[in-house]
């Protein structure tokens, strides 16, 4: 398995901006499938985003479709998800998965690495 280790979060006002920041070591990055997955107080963890080893393919939550971006730096053995547009509701601990496949996982169960979350708050 890989360590992962997530960056990036913290408070933002409603309408703006946030770039989380997944960084991974003790793996071929390139051999890995990365997610993003969030919870809400209150709530179980769910899917945010994903994106295959090579980058080619990616997908996304209904509720953040064409807000967030999902990418990855295999040179840098990190991937980044850019949130633009936040809403209250996106409000949540994000966490960064990661797991040695070629195809798009999207469950949790999809999944074997996981970060230690970071923390983002977006105030309305």
């Known amino acids: 398995q890989v360590r992962l280790v997530e960056s990036g979060g913290g408070l933002v006002q409603a309408g703006g901006s946030l770039r989380l920041s997944c960084a991974a070591s003790?793996?071929?990055?390139?051999?890995?499938?990365m997610g993003w997955f969030r919870r809400a107080p209150g709530k179980e963890r769910e899917f945010v985003a994903a994106i295959k080893w090579s980058g080619s393919r990616t997908d996304y939550a209904e509720s953040v479709k064409g807000r967030f971006t999902i990418s990855r730096d295999n040179a840098k053995s990190t991937v980044y998800l850019q949130m633009n547009s936040l809403k209250s509701e996106d409000t949540a601990v994000y966490y960064c998965a990661a797991k040695a496949t070629v195809l798009l996982p999207t469950a949790l169960s999809g999944f074997d690495s996981w970060g230690q979350g970071t923390q983002v708050t977006v105030s309305s």
């Open positions: 003790g793996g071929i990055f390139s051999n890995y499938a």
